[in-house]
């Protein structure tokens, strides 16, 4: 069982920066890993990046590459998110969720949290 707390949301103006963090309980983080998701109003929930359990792989959406950089911490039991170039579409509850399996998908993690808000304005 893993339980994850997301924070770092807020409101940022386009261009700027904002760093998401997503803390883990459970001894067994190091096995896990970790995703990041977000759901604009209206939109179906979309797979942002994802980082494999010892965090020598990542993988991101094309919408994110290169402005986006996701990574983890297993000592502190933490991944973040960091963004950069924010855009206004980017807006979106943003999640973090962990599972066994290192996938893209959202239907492949089985734990998830309770989001947190990013705001771009225009």
């Known amino acids: 069982q893993v339980q994850l707390v997301e924070s770092g949301g807020g409101l940022v103006q386009a261009g700027g920066s904002l760093r998401l963090s997503c803390a883990a309980s459970?001894?067994?983080?190091?096995?896990?890993?970790m995703g990041w998701f977000r759901q604009a109003p209206g939109k179906e929930r979309e797979f942002v990046a994802a980082?494999?359990?010892?965090?020598?792989?990542?993988y991101y959406a094309d919408s994110v590459k290169g402005r986006f950089t996701i990574s983890r911490d297993n000592a502190k039991n933490t991944v973040t998110l960091q963004m950069n170039s924010l855009k206004p579409e980017d807006t979106a509850v943003y999640y973090c969720?962990?599972?066994?399996?290192?996938?893209?998908?959202?239907?492949?993690?089985?734990?998830w949290g309770q989001g947190t808000q990013v705001t771009v304005s225009s």
């Open positions: 980082i494999s359990w010892s965090g020598g792989s990542t």
């Open positions: 969720a962990a599972d066994r399996v290192y996938s893209s998908s959202a239907g492949a993690y089985d734990y």
């Open positions: 459970g001894r067994t983080f190091s096995m896990y890993a």
